[in-house]
């Protein structure tokens, strides 16, 4: 007699499904809890090119932004006020989460979910600078709120 729930075990081949009268039927792994015909909703092309577009703008707005904020306090000397280091710190941490944490963030949610887009020293370095960087820029914003 069989269950409806077996048991799966993890082998080297695949899952095995072990029933209650101890039979072995190779079962296909899976991945997701998603029921369809992707492995994951960023494979349909119109999820993949609009998250890709939004994901490029933010950028480039980001990039834009924290330049002209960075430019301005450092070109006018009248700028360079307390408060205004702040907003420096704030705007060269995010500067850094727009050019290095977000690329690196689009590779790897952009991949294949079967292939691995960064090799292990790349992916090694990106899993330390995305939350270096975004705790920068939390901190920086704890600083001003207690300076204010």
Known sequence: MTTDNPYLVNTSVGYLAITDNETAQETPPRKWNYEG??????????????????????????????????????????????TNYYIFSLATSDLFITSVAMPFKIISLMADSDKVALNNILCSIAEFVMPFFVFTSVWTLVAISLDR
């Open 37 to 82: 015909p992707f492995n994951d909703l960023t494979q349909i092309n119109a999820v993949y090119y609009t998250f890709l577009v939004i994901s490029i703008v933010v950028i480039v707005v980001g990039l834009t932004g924290n330049l002209m904020v960075i430019t301005v306090i450092l070109k006018h000397r009248s700028m360079r006020t307390t």
